[in-house]
């Protein structure tokens, strides 16, 4: 007997007959006699729906708002009512809990608060009594001031695994609309293979640089707390993906993810001196916008610097408002701005011990004449950006050239 978490992405909620469907995947797991904590999405697309409504009600795209969250919340209330009831209507024992009531304390602003604190007691009374709770993902309480939170978008992963980790689950299922983390995106690569097992340091990697199945938050609570993941699907029942601790070391390569987020700003023709980059990266700092991938060189002839570097899309006209208003007092001849471009990753636990990944990644995408912009490496990633005109060629070619389809069958073995 086991204390498990279950958590439920929006796909899997998006009406009554889903919500149900998902209700009996936590019946048949409490019958095997574990005890069962469910932490629910919103239903569908509610929260974008909420979202836009607060934006039209306020006109300014405030997501700090205090007020704004306690409309963002009302979401997962919907659907951990509904799970609640449609658990009780299987003849379970079952209620839901609120972010206030549990209650999962946060700090920081609105509209991505961070959790410091989760109390257990209800939950674990709940579940000792051989009880569901059914908590409502995505939102907390602010500590100060007293008000209902949210985590930001996506954030009811990290709820799942941050009250895993407090009730000292054994395991935390994160049912969602594919069967787990692939090697590659299916939709892109037809020789994506599902991924059997990786472990927390490729699971971040994989979440940071594009992989959609889990968030970035959830993927470094899990590692921390080290708590085992199963992510897989609502709608068959095939094994997904373990997340665990040293899992498969010696794998070099394990995914290929893309990340559609980025976009590329060149600041060309800078007095080569020293600060300029200091003063290029503080102006952007103080205005809230981090930046990526850095890359720096130098003209021959002239002696002048040019600086490039990612940052998000979204972030993009504010970032090139940044840089001109200090053009008088950091001269450069040219900026540049262009968010037709791509981060491609390769990642694998074992990349650190094995030589030539970085060689074979720049061969295979020169002999395809795509051309590298900004390369950035971590002990365990290699990424690249390039225009995003190549990104179907690129994934392929490198998918086929690291034989990613094969290397989950020898795992297997
Ligand atoms: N419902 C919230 C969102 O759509 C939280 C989540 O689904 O994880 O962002
Ligand atoms: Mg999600």
Known sequence: MARVVQKFGGSSLRDLSYIRRAAQIVARRWHSGDDVLVVVSAMGDRTDLLSSLALTAYKHSDDENAESDVLLS??????????????????????????????IETIGVHGKARVKRIGTSMLVDTLDHRGIAVCAGFQGLMVRGDRISTLGRGGSDTS?????????????????????VYTSDPR????ARKLSSINYEEMLEIASLGGR???????????RYKIPLHIRSTF???????????IMEERAVTALTHSESDAKIAVLGLDNQ???ASKIFGQLASNGISVDMIVQGMTQ????AHIAFTVLKTDISRACAALESIRESTPYQELRCDDNVIKLSLIGAGMNSSAGVAARMF??????????????????KISVLISADYLELALRSLHGVFDLSNAVEDLKQ
Do not use: H, Y
């Open 188 to 191: 892109l690569v037809a020789s």
């Open 74 to 103: 009302i979401g997962e209330q919907e659907s951990a009512s509904l799970m609640a009831l449609s658990l009780q209507s299987l003849g379970l024992s079952a209620r839901s809990f609120m972010g206030w009531q549990i209650p």
């Open 301 to 304: 002839d002239e002696g002048k």
């Open 274 to 276: 020293p600060g300029i």
């Open 160 to 180: 799942a695994v941050l009250l895993a980790a407090s009730i000292d689950a054994q395991l935390c299922e994160i049912f969602t609309d594919v069967e787990g």
């Open 363 to 380: 061969t295979t995408l020169a002999e395809k004449g795509i051309n590298i912009q900004i390369i950035a490496t971590s002990e365990i």
């Open 213 to 223: 199945v889990l968030e970035t938050r959830a993927a470094a609570a899990a590692m």
């Open 236 to 246: 068959s029942s095939n094994e997904g993906t373990e997340v665990g601790e040293g």
